[in-house]
């Protein structure tokens, strides 16, 4: 006789794989075989993948562009960081 879960219980021992349990572990601790954790994870993967979008896609174009200010930030902090090690350098000789 074939056992029904709701797809609560199926989504938290997904989540619990995905946190790295292995199939095996999860079907013994849960009374279930490691092809059923298989197949809600397959199942989960295939639901994720169909699902549109969440939030605003960011293009290409302002992803680099966003990227490039980012390492243009952490350049000058690397700089300003650099020039205030030298200078507690030579003030502690």
Do not use: C
């Not at 013994?28 to 490691?34: I, K, R, W, Y």
């Not at 169909?50 to 930030?73: H, T, Y």
Request: proline letters at 3%.
């Amino acid at each position: 006789m074939a056992r029904e879960f709701s797809q609560e219980f199926k989504d938290q021992v997904v989540e619990l794989y995905r946190g790295g349990r292995s199939f095996k572990e999860l079907a013994q601790e849960f009374g279930l075989s490691a092809t059923t954790v298989s197949n809600w994870v397959r199942a989960a993967d295939k639901r994720a993948a169909q699902a549109p979008p969440q939030g605003p896609v960011e293009s290409d174009k302002a992803k680099i562009a966003r990227l490039e200010r980012a390492l243009a930030e952490r350049t000058e902090e690397l700089e300003i960081l650099g020039k205030a090690l030298a200078f507690f350098a030579k003030r502690h000789q």
